[in-house]
């Protein structure tokens, strides 16, 4: 069995505050005590808070092609501008959406930039600038209070192409290895299984979002029971595609 | 509060078993009693396998466009007529990879056909041809003998543009909302959330494949504690996106 266990008294985080110590106490106050099997899935805003990736647009002005963009994408010219600084190429712009490439690699809407739960009418979030290395800190930070490796997943919603609905993916991950690999394994009818690597880190933080919802102020969740012995990789590492490789590019 | 708790005992399913049956047996066999906030989870194969959706690769007969794209699939003629018997179109045909709409409205990897736990060496399964109803008559026939409305989704592996590994997604559902809609309230800014629909019945079903596994033999899992009071809706209506709304086609 897993559990699903969300950090519920997690305070407004703003930059320079320290996610390890938030969690630590946010679990002392639950009594949650740390076990082998937990892994931590924390989201992309709180993080990013902390690490002071806010911008007021109103500091912000636009280039040219921002203010071109801005009126295909229903986005301002100064939003749009600072999703055009997270992105190496824009990948489309139609119908009122703007997807991109960010400078992590992801493929995502906006570059990641985003208002919501954000305070002042004209601040955005955008995604921390290395998210391996902001779990990886949290990750031993943790370990330094408890004495217990916490693999940590860092995630954002993300839409699809061709589903309705966006779901929570994992941005950035420490401790855990983002792919299970069944290649090689035999099945049922002992066939090796030809091509079967699962995103477990996806699924971990997919998991996660059923509890932390978008509204409940729970950005983090501990999912607990989770048996994953291969702790090694991060998402820059195993989960992006290099372009070249995909068929729908 | 989630929790996640496998069905163990649930016995190789052949053509003309009852599912429902077989579900309400293992829930018994582990004196697991359904409550209202229960939501099951359930492997495409072996809803595929109790209703017959296997094939002979033996008995089949390709046509030439099926020899022609095996040449470049890597797949046998045979496996390549199967696949196209199942989609409306191939969007790729490449690099060993076979990318196609099913009949459904699914875009995946070989129009969902695969032979891993599959008897047979020569057998593949194909995807239900309504797994919506699939999940609608496995919900009613538990309802019959528990009382409890008990929501199913159905589920199968896809690969993703993007991102490496697959994750579970799915394909039918009965008794829930594939989408959970924020648009109109408020974050904890109170502003109102302009776009935000998440595609709950994906992350539920993301979350069952921590537990099902490939090789575990657990096809059925039970996500307990969700809360999700809307009922409507099932994979066809609310999750596929029609031709020409899709930016990635």
Not at 27 to 43: C, G
Not at 113 to 132: A, E, F, Q, Y
Not at 226 to 241: A, F, P, Q, V
Request: a negative charge; proline letters at 4%; glycine letters at 8%.
């Amino acid at each position: 069995m897993i559990q699903l266990i969300g950090l519920t008294e997690i305070p407004e985080i703003n930059e320079g505050h320290n996610i390890s110590e938030v969690i630590v106490a946010a679990l002392a106050r639950q009594e949650i005590v740390l076990d082998q099997t937990d892994v931590l899935v924390i989201a992309q805003k709180i993080v990013s808070k902390s690490e002071g990736r806010l911008v007021n647009l109103q500091e912000i002005l636009p280039s040219e092609k921002a203010i071109q963009l801005a009126k295909k994408s229903g986005h301002s010219p100064q939003h749009m501008e600072v999703i055009l600084r997270e992105a190496t190429n824009v990948l489309r712009c139609e119908n009122g959406v703007v997807i991109t490439r960010t400078r992590h690699g992801f493929i995502c809407a906006n570059s990641g930039v985003d208002s919501s739960n954000v305070p002042g009418g004209s601040t955005v979030c955008l995604l921390p600038i290395d998210p391996d290395l902001s779990a990886k800190k949290i990750s031993l930070g943790i370990t330094l209070s408890t004495n217990v490796n916490l693999p940590v997943i860092i995630c954002d919603t993300f839409g699809r192409p061709w589903r309705n609905g966006a779901i929570n993916l994992a941005i950035g991950s420490w401790g855990i290895n983002p792919l299970r690999d069944y290649r090689g394994e035999l099945d049922s009818e002992g066939i090796s299984l030809k091509s079967t690597q699962i995103a477990v880190v996806d699924e971990l933080a997919c998991a996660a979002e059923l509890i932390m919802n978008k509204l409940d102020r729970v950005p983090a969740v501990l999912v607990r029971g989770y048996i994953n012995k291969d702790r090694s990789g991060c998402i820059r590492e195993s989960m992006l595609r290099k372009e070249g490789e995909d068929l729908f590019l």
